[in-house]
């Protein structure tokens, strides 16, 4: 059981620039998060899924698009990249509403020039 | 809009006590507790649901009084291995899906 797993760990991205980045669990879980963490910020909710074929957005969506074409995947898309969005990116997940705790993957730490 | 947390950050020597507060201006359903280590994800701690239920770690204990929209995370006894920095994590409302955490807590704690 890998839980969940981000891919990639590290990326450094130029200013206009595109990337994806991919959340994967083996836990067959509803519920997927993307969360962005900056310092004194904490983690904030970018975008969400409650199952297959579904996204919403979050607090700050804005700059960020997100699919979710398989249960266990949810990836979070940047168009154009900004040097705002330079950030610790956390993917979670969780069985569903209830008395269930969030499973997080280990980050993808992204810098934009 | 997160959920405010008290104090920003605190310093402890192992043995001393700590109180956490998480403060949310909307009525919640449920509150967790994550403690999260230095380039590390957040951990679970604990849950807490309206109505008093809750479930978690056995030498951490938390209040939630749902009248105030506030929790509290009590930790006793401190040790070496609790430094970190502690979310609380919010649902408005069972269905919601919705799950917003709050602004943190630095702790450290001193031999």
């Known amino acids: 059981n890998a839980g969940v797993t981000q891919t990639p760990k590290f990326r450094v991205l130029k200013t206009g620039q595109s990337m994806t980045l991919l959340c994967a669990q083996d836990m067959n879980h509803e519920y997927m998060y993307w969360y962005r963490q900056d310092p004194g910020m904490g983690l904030r909710l970018i975008h969400y899924s409650v199952g297959e074929g579904t996204t919403a957005k979050g607090e700050v969506p804005d700059g960020y698009n997100v699919s979710r074409l398989k249960k266990q995947n949810f990836l979070l898309g940047l168009e154009s990249a900004a040097p705002s969005q330079t950030s610790v990116y956390f993917c979670?997940?969780?069985?569903?509403?209830?008395?269930?705790?969030?499973?997080f993957g280990p980050g993808t730490r992204l810098t934009v020039t | 809009q997160q959920p405010v947390q008290s104090p920003q950050a605190v310093i402890l020597r192992e043995g001393e006590d700590a109180v956490i507060n998480c403060s949310s201006s909307?009525?919640?359903?449920?509150v967790h507790w994550y403690r999260q280590k230095h380039g590390e994800a957040p951990v679970f701690l604990m849950i807490l649901l309206k109505g008093g239920e809750q479930k978690g770690h056995e030498k951490i204990s938390a209040s939630f009084n749902e009248k105030k929209q506030q929790s509290s995370l009590y930790l006793t006894a401190s040790q070496l291995s609790y430094s970190g920095t502690y979310f609380c994590?919010?649902?408005?409302?069972?269905?919601?899906?919705?799950?917003?955490f709050g602004t943190g807590t630095r702790l450290k704690v001193l031999a």
């Open positions: 994590g919010t649902e408005e409302g069972p269905g919601t899906y919705k799950y917003i």
């Open positions: 909307k009525a919640l359903y449920s």
């Open positions: 979670a997940s969780r069985p569903g509403t209830g008395f269930y705790e969030q499973y």
